[in-house]
C-alpha cells in the first residue's frame, strides 16, 4: 500500500447524501474486498451500509469467517481489535474513526489489573489456582491476553451464564472485569448470594476490601459500568406500569440490578430483538438499551401494531459509536480504493496469540 493518503479535511464537510453517494460508489468499486462490519448500537445513516450485523458475539465470530482483504468495522475499538486478533493474518481491519472508543473499555486497564492479581495473590496465595479471570468483550485486547495468560476467558452478555459455568469449573472465585452489573445479574440468576459479590474498586488498597472479606467472596466485581445502560432507574420502569399495566420490560444487564430485578426479561441485544419481533402482535414493550436499536426496533415492528418505548427519558445513546459517521466511512472507503490504508487496528504481536487464545475459549464454550 502507498504510504500518502487523502485527507479527511475533504470530507468533513461533506453533505451527508453526498456521502451516501460515494460510500455506495466506493463500496460497489470494492466489491467482495470489503466487508462492513457493523454493530447494533451505530448510528442509523451509518447502519444502513452494513453487509453484516449483530453484537458483540455474533460479530466476533462474522470477523473469523469473512475472506474479504478489508474488514471495516463500524463499532469501537476494542471490536476493530477483535476483528484483527479473530482474522486471518493477510486481512486488514479498520476502524474509520480511531476517537470511536468505550468508556466502559476505560474503566478497566492493565496496569490496574495486574495491580490487583497482585493484590488478590497477597491475600489468598496463588491466583492461577484459585482465581478465574473473565474479561467481558467490551475489554482492550491487553486485557484479554491477561486473560488468556492466566487461564481465564472473555464473556459477551449472550454467553456470560455458560462462562461463569466454565470459569467455576475451573477455580473457586472470578475477578469479572470490567463491568459488574453484567457480573451480578449474571451471578444472581446462577444464585450466588448479593453478598459473596463483592465490588472491587481498583483505586482502593485491596479493592476497599478486608482480607476476610475477599477469602470469603466468590465473584469479585470490577467497579465499571457502561454509560448508557447506567441512565436507566427502576422509577422509569414504574412510570411505564403505571401507564401500560399490560406491557413488557426487558433490558440489557448491563443495567443496574434493581432495573433488571424489576425487568420481564433481561439479555443482550439479539435476545431484546428477537424476544420483541416474536412476540404477539399490538404488544407493548419498554427497552432499556441504546438509543439507536431501540428506534430502529420500533421501526421495524410497527407494522405489528407493537409499540417499543426507550426506557430513559433522556436521549442516551453510545455517544463514542456515534463518532463514525457517513464522512469517515466515506474516507476511509475511498482511501481502500485508491490503494490506500487508514486507520488500521493491530493489535501487537506479544498480546494476540494470548487475546485469541481467552476468544477460542469463549468461541469454544459458546
Known amino acids: 500500500m502507498q504510504t500518502a493518503t487523502i485527507s479527511f479535511d475533504h470530507f468533513n464537510a461533506l453533505k451527508d447524501a453526498d456521502a451516501h453517494d460515494r460510500i455506495r460508489a466506493a463500496k460497489a468499486k470494492l466489491g467482495d474486498r470489503v466487508v462492513l462490519l457493523v454493530h ?18 455474533r460479530l466476533s465470530r462474522l470477523a473469523s469467517e469473512t475472506d474479504a482483504e478489508f474488514i471495516v468495522f463500524c463499532g469501537v475499538h476494542f471490536m476493530a481489535e477483535v ?13 474509520p474513526d480511531l476517537a470511536a472508543g468505550c468508556s466502559m473499555a476505560d474503566m478497566a486497564n492493565l496496569a490496574k489489573v495486574e495491580r490487583s492479581w497482585r493484590e488478590l495473590t ?3 496465595g496463588n491466583c492461577d489456582e484459585l482465581i478465574t479471570p473473565v474479561t467481558y468483550i467490551n475489554s482492550a485486547a491487553d486485557l484479554k491476553a491477561f486473560c488468556g495468560e492466566h487461564g481465564g476467558i472473555v464473556c459477551t452478555s449472550s454467553n456470560a451464564p455458560k462462562i461463569l459455568d466454565w470459569s467455576f469449573a475451573q ?8 463491568d459488574q452489573h453484567l457480573g451480578r445479574w449474571t451471578g444472581h440468576k446462577m444464585g450466588i448470594p448479593l453478598e459473596d459479590m463483592i465490588v472491587w474498586d481498583p483505586d482502593l488498597e485491596y479493592g476497599g476490601h478486608t482480607p476476610e472479606a475477599i477469602k470469603k467472596a466468590k465473584m469479585l466485581l470490577w467497579k465499571g459500568h457502561c454509560s448508557v445502560h447506567q441512565m436507566f432507574q427502576p422509577a422509569h420502569i414504574i412510570k411505564w406500569r403505571n401507564q401500560h399495566p399490560d406491557g413488557f420490560v426487558i433490558s440489557h444487564p448491563e443495567s443496574a440490578f434493581e432495573v433488571c430485578k424489576q425487568s ?3 439479555g443482550s441485544t439479539e435476545y431484546i430483538l428477537k424476544t420483541v ?35 430513559s427519558p433522556m436521549v442516551c445513546m453510545c455517544s463514542t459509536m456515534q463518532r463514525i459517521d457517513p464522512q469517515h466511512l466515506a474516507w476511509t472507503l475511498e482511501n481502500l480504493v485508491e490503494g490506500k490504508v487508514v486507520n488500521q487496528i493491530t493489535v501487537p504481536a506479544h498480546e494476540a496469540p494470548l487475546a485469541k487464545l481467552a476468544l ?3 468461541l469454544d464454550v459458546s
Open 171 to 178: 477455580r473457586e472465585k472470578i475477578l469479572f472485569f470490567p
Open 264 to 266: 420481564d426479561f433481561v
Open 277 to 311: 419481533k416474536d412476540a404477539a402482535p399490538n404488544t407493548k414493550w419498554l427497552v432499556g438499551t441504546e438509543l439507536n436499536l431501540v428506534n430502529r426496533l420500533a421501526e421495524e415492528v410497527k407494522h405489528e401494531g407493537k409499540l417499543v418505548q426507550f426506557m
Open 83 to 95: 476483528a484483527d486478533i479473530l482474522s486471518k493474518p493477510e486481512q486488514i481491519a479498520i476502524l
Open 40 to 57: 447494533h448500537y451505530q448510528r442509523a445513516d451509518v447502519y444502513q451500509h452494513h453487509d453484516l450485523t449483530g453484537d458483540s458475539l
Open 360 to 362: 477460542q475459549r469463549m
Open 122 to 124: 497477597e491475600v489468598l
